[in-house]
Each structure stands twice: as structure tokens, then as C-alpha cells.
């Protein structure tokens, strides 16, 4: 039971549609939910990918009635996304929004296909299925859904080397909160999660094109696992929260940008604001501007420019 006896969200039933779900977050959220008893339809575009998780989702069922199975969809699209809604063996209750990635990089430096491509990845995954999950859950009946949407602590704010990625963060949060609101009139749930640093194969990946300077800002975070990361998402929504972190950091992000969105614990998030009133403008000014000014002269040089 939750706070004041509010039943606690239970995941032993239900259908979970995980988006993402080969690698990463999304296969970390998938092998825990088949520990706790959900029958699981991952979906990415990758077959090989597919089939080497769902090897792994298999072995942490509890149960030999769970159905684990996946659907290769491209849900950057409507359509692909409707595709892969329809072929879950049923209408799936809850629904993990984890498709994603970042290309970091020099806003100067990036082209118009970097940008097209951030907001297909980054923002339209999660919008497409989040339009197709909801339409089949409301059409198909559903009671007590759930779409839970992964954004980032970028979500919250912004950093140099994230112009391609961040943006579409905010868009995620601010879709989070528009769904919580419109979605009530049909009883399903919305949560959002802003996790920091995963040390996932997606973060090897953005590393390759990740400015020094932003890697210097970074390096204080030390990252969480998948599973890390899972865990603490789970625990959110068993809790009910709406916006969800797994870190100290984050959470004082997360108070500082509540706007209308509800809070988690009421009074302990008031003095978290508070802390962060202090800590954020720390943060920017001496760990962030003074290491991006401290790069300034030669960013400058390597684009043969003065730095006058």
C-alpha cells in the first residue's frame, strides 16, 4: 500500500509494451518487469538486437504463462508505431516509452538531417507510440493504463554540446504534462522520468561526437546502470510520482522546474527547492560557464578564429 493506503501499482498481470526494449534502459526495464510477473512485448528496429534480449528477458520471468515476445517496428512514425501497438498479442495496459539517442556536437557544427534526425529519435518515438497506445487503450477498453515517457535530465535544462538532444527533452516533458492532464478523462496514468548519465552502449555511442568541454562538465556525474536506472524508474511509478529522478542532482532539478506539475512529497520537495535555489547557480557558474569560458580560446583556434 502507498501513502494514506493508496494501492501501490502492481506489474504481475499486466501486458507491458516496451519501445527500446533491445538494449539499455529499455531492455533493463523489460527483464525487471518479467521478474515481477508482466508479460512483455519489446519493440525496436533491430531484429538481431530483439532476438538476443528477449533471450535474456525470458530468463527472468517467473512464471512459464508470461508471454515474452517482440515486434520489430520503426516507431519514429505513426504508422509504425500503430504496427507495433497492434501486433502485441493484446492491447498492452502500460506502456514504456525508452526508443532514443543522442548525437552530441557544436550547435555551429551540426546540419539541418542532425537536427531532423534528434526530433524523430528523441521526440516523435515517444509522441507516436504515446498517440497509438492511448487511442488502443482507450478504444480497446482498458482500465488503470499506463504510458510512462523517458525524457532526461536535459529535460530540465540545458548544456552546451545538447542542442540536438536537449530541446527534444523539454518537448518530452512538456507532452507529459499535457497527457497527464487530457489523459484523466480516460483513467490512464502518465509519468515521465529524467534520468542523468547511463552507462549504456547508447552513451559509447554519443562519446564518439561529444564535445571535451562537455565531457569535463559531465565528469562529476558518474553515471547509473540500466538496471540502476530501472530499478529507480519502477520504484517511482509503484510510488505513483509523476516526474521521477534516480539521482540527489536531478532531483534538485526536478523541484526547481515543478511549474504546475505535481509534486512527489510534498513538503521534503519545498526544501529540496529551497537547497536548489543555492546549488543550481553554484553548478552553473562554477562547474559549467567557468569550464565552458576556460575552453573558449581554444574552441576559437581550432575554427581560426580570434579570440579577442
Known amino acids: 500500500m502507498g501513502l494514506f493506503g493508496a ?9 507491458v509494451l516496451v519501445t527500446g526494449g533491445s538494449q539499455g534502459l ?4 523489460a527483464q525487471l518487469l518479467a521478474a515481477k510477473g508482466a508479460n512483455i512485448t519489446v519493440c525496436s528496429r533491430t531484429e538481431s538486437k530483439l532476438q538476443q534480449a528477449l533471450d535474456k528477458i525470458k530468463s527472468s520471468a517467473v512464471s512459464p504463462d508470461q508471454k515474452i515476445r517482440y515486434v520489430v517496428a520503426d516507431v519514429s512514425t505513426f504508422d509504425g508505431a500503430k504496427q507495433a501497438v497492434k501486433d502485441c498479442d493484446v492491447v498492452p495496459d502500460t506502456v514504456f516509452c525508452c526508443a532514443g539517442g543522442a548525437k552530441p556536437g557544436f550547435f555551429l557544427e551540426q546540419t539541418e538531417q542532425d537536427f531532423e534526425a534528434g526530433m524523430k529519435t528523441d521526440y516523435w518515438t515517444s509522441l507516436a507510440t504515446a498517440h497509438a497506445a492511448a487511442n488502443a487503450m482507450v478504444k480497446g477498453g482498458v482500465q488503470d493504463g499506463k504510458i510512462v515517457l523517458v525524457s532526461s535530465l536535459l529535460g530540465f535544462m540545458g548544456l552546451i554540446g545538447y542542442s540536438q538532444y536537449a530541446p527534444m527533452k523539454h518537448a518530452i516533458r512538456g507532452l507529459a504534462e499535457s497527457l497527464r492532464s487530457e489523459l484523466l478523462l480516460y483513467g490512464i496514468s502518465v509519468h515521465a522520468y529524467f534520468p542523468a548519465t547511463i552507462l549504456s552502449p547508447g552513451l559509447e555511442q554519443e562519446n564518439k561526437t561529444k564535445p571535451q568541454v562537455t565531457l569535463e562538465i559531465e565528469g562529476t ?34 523541484v526547481a522546474a515543478l511549474g504546475s506539475a505535481p509534486t512527489n512529497r510534498g513538503v521534503v520537495d519545498r526544501i529540496l527547492n529551497v537547497i536548489s535555489w ?22 576559437l583556434k581550432s575554427l581560426g578564429l580570434s579570440s579577442k
Open 7 to 15: 494501492k501501490r501499482w502492481q506489474a504481475r498481470g499486466k501486458h
Open 26 to 29: 529499455g531492455l533493463a526495464v
Open 221 to 254: 556525474d558518474e553515471g547509473l546502470t540500466p538496471e540502476q536506472c530501472a530499478k529507480g524508474l519502477l520504484k517511482g511509478i509503484e510510488a505513483k510520482h509523476f516526474f521521477i529522478t534516480t539521482d540527489f542532482n536531478s532531483e534538485l532539478f526536478r
Open 278 to 299: 543555492i546549488a543550481i547557480p553554484i553548478w552553473r557558474s562554477f562547474a559549467a560557464d567557468k569550464t565552458i569560458k576556460r575552453h573558449r580560446k581554444e574552441h
